[in-house]
């Protein structure tokens, strides 16, 4: 079992970069597939990207390839997301997600276990 929390968000201009962190309590971080979803107003959650136990292996939508990255810090128990040349489409309210079993694959966000509370990111334009 892991709890997520999540800091970072906020107010960005069109281009500018932000860094979402997710910090995890809880026994063997290392161990999970840890992601990042989004949900604009009216939208269904989507998800954004993946990074595998040890870091060496990720998944991006493909919205977000070139632009986002993830990375984790296993002896920090936290992941990271950092977001370059954002949009006005990139506004959304961000989630990170975290599961024991699921290969980076997987993409629907039924299939992950673990939540944090979610923190609005705002891209102006």
């Known amino acids: 079992h892991v709890q997520l929390v999540e800091s970072g968000g906020g107010l960005v201009q069109a281009g500018g970069p932000l860094r979402r962190s997710c910090a995890a309590s809880?026994?063997?971080?290392?161990?999970?597939?840890m992601a990042w979803f989004r949900q604009a107003p009216g939208k269904e959650r989507e998800f954004v990207a993946a990074i595998d136990w040890s870091g060496g292996i990720t998944n991006y939508a493909d919205s977000v390839k070139g632009r986002f990255t993830i990375s984790r810090d296993n002896a920090k128990n936290t992941v990271y997301l950092q977001m370059n040349s954002l949009k006005p489409d990139d506004t959304a309210v961000y989630y990170c997600?975290?599961?024991?079993?699921?290969?980076?694959?997987?993409?629907?966000?039924?299939?992950?276990?673990?939540w944090g509370q979610g923190t609005q990111v705002t891209v102006s334009s």
């Open positions: 809880g026994r063997s971080f290392s161990r999970y597939t």
């Open positions: 997600a975290a599961d024991r079993w699921l290969a980076i694959s997987h993409q629907r966000f039924l299939e992950y276990d673990y």
